[in-house]
């Protein structure tokens, strides 16, 4: 089978998916490229949806070989932003009717973490209403495994979407990324809890890591079908030099291309998820989540994070614009959309369709 009778299908099997992902071609590349950013205008349109990344804490009790803030990392300076400072992005976004925020942070699982979390998440949405939000902000988290009943008092708080990678779904692979009290049906149990208690479910892999093979990758977006989960935020591995991983040797320019054909691919199959397009993609390339957005990618985080604490929080080396304040963040991505004629979403949550195409089913 050619690969235009392949986009042509209505169902991609894994054999599909592999032939797409092993693109090499350019032409071809851009066959593919053009059929998802078809779907994505026909399913979910040209809005971009944004999400204000407010990086927290880098607190992380979790020894991820991969992540630059993993807790044997020295180096780090830990930091976690007071309310008030929290608030302060928050209050910015609120002015730049940006409608959502993503509060993010390495995994701390104590009461008084909890206790942290779920008084911001009230405070926020506290602080947020008016005409132009009348629910407040959106509120996604990204704070790692946490057990069903905390989960449950965060979305009670008020938050309604999370995101948790899977990082990888080759339970080999998962265990050498991973110290071996990490385990991977843990992280599936959690996005089991998520998923139940109501929040919209976001999941994501690394791309391009030591041992990853394309079949690893294709079952990995079969798994997003499977979990049918309503979001997705994958991007290339990048080593950071202070971990074990600091030598992998990897390609960056073929992670980088495989990061944009994972996108398209994901649309294809889920064609009314929110895709993220993600600041790894910006590490390997200037104009890395541009691109991503034009393979099929609907939604960017632009980082409110304090610029004092941007350089404390580096998952993988020259994570770009570190001194970068977040006006001047804003103001470029603002440009850079106008000229790959996306639209901005304003004050908007910028659910997934997805999700509540499913709940109208149901
Ligand atoms: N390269 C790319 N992505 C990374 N992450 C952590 N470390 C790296 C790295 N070295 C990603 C993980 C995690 C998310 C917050 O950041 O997928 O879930």
Redesign the pocket.
């Known amino acids: 089978m050619n690969i235009i009778q392949i986009l042509n299908k209505d169902n991609l099997d894994f054999k599909d998916i592999c032939t797409l992902l092993s693109l090499s071609n350019s032409s071809d590349i851009e066959l593919l490229r053009q059929k998802a950013e078809n779907v994505l205008l026909d399913y979910v349109g040209n809005n971009v949806s944004i999400r204000g990344l407010i990086e927290f804490s880098n607190y992380c009790v979790c020894d991820?070989l991969?992540?630059?803030i993993r807790k044997s990392n020295l180096n780090v300076t830990r930091f976690r932003l007071s309310e008030e400072e929290v608030l302060s992005c928050v209050d910015w976004a609120i002015e730049k009717n940006i409608g959502s925020v993503v509060l993010?942070s390495g995994e701390c699982r104590d009461k008084e973490t909890i206790k942290y979390i779920t008084q911001l998440i009230k405070l926020i949405k506290k602080r947020s209403i008016s005409t132009a939000l009348p629910n407040g902000l959106g509120i996604t988290l990204?704070v790692g495994e946490q057990t069903f009943d905390t989960y449950k008092s965060f979305f009670d708080a008020g938050a309604h979407r999370y995101l948790l990678?899977i990082?990888t779904t080759n339970q080999k692979l998962f265990s050498e990324i991973h110290p071996n009290y990490q385990l991977f049906s843990k992280r599936l149990e959690c996005l089991e809890s998520i998923k139940k208690i109501g929040f919209q479910l976001g999941t994501?892999?690394?791309i391009g890591l030591p041992n990853q093979t394309i079949e690893d990758l294709a079952n990995d977006l079969l798994f997003f079908k499977e979990l049918d989960v309503d979001m997705v935020g994958m991007?290339?591995?990048?080593?950071?030099n202070q971990?074990p991983?600091a030598k992998a040797d990897i390609d960056k320019k073929t992670n980088f291309l495989l990061g944009l054909k994972m996108i398209s691919v994901l649309r294809l199959l889920m064609k009314d998820i929110n895709i993220a397009s993600t600041t790894?993609l910006e590490t390997l390339s200037p104009k890395g989540r541009m691109l991503g957005l034009m393979h099929g990618a609907n939604v960017i985080m632009p980082q409110l994070t304090p610029v004092d604490y941007k350089n404390k929080y580096i998952?993988?080396d020259d994570k770009p614009d570190i001194d970068e304040q977040k006006e001047s963040i804003f103001g470029k991505l603002k440009i850079n959309l106008n000229n790959i004629n996306r639209n901005i979403s304003f004050n908007q949550w910028g659910d997934s369709l997805h999700f509540k195409n499913k709940n109208r089913k149901q």
């Not at 991007?235 to 950071?240: A, K, L």
């Open positions: 991820c991969y992540c630059g993010q990204s990678r990082e994501g892999v690394m991007g290339p591995f990048i080593p950071h971990t991983f790894a998952l993988y």
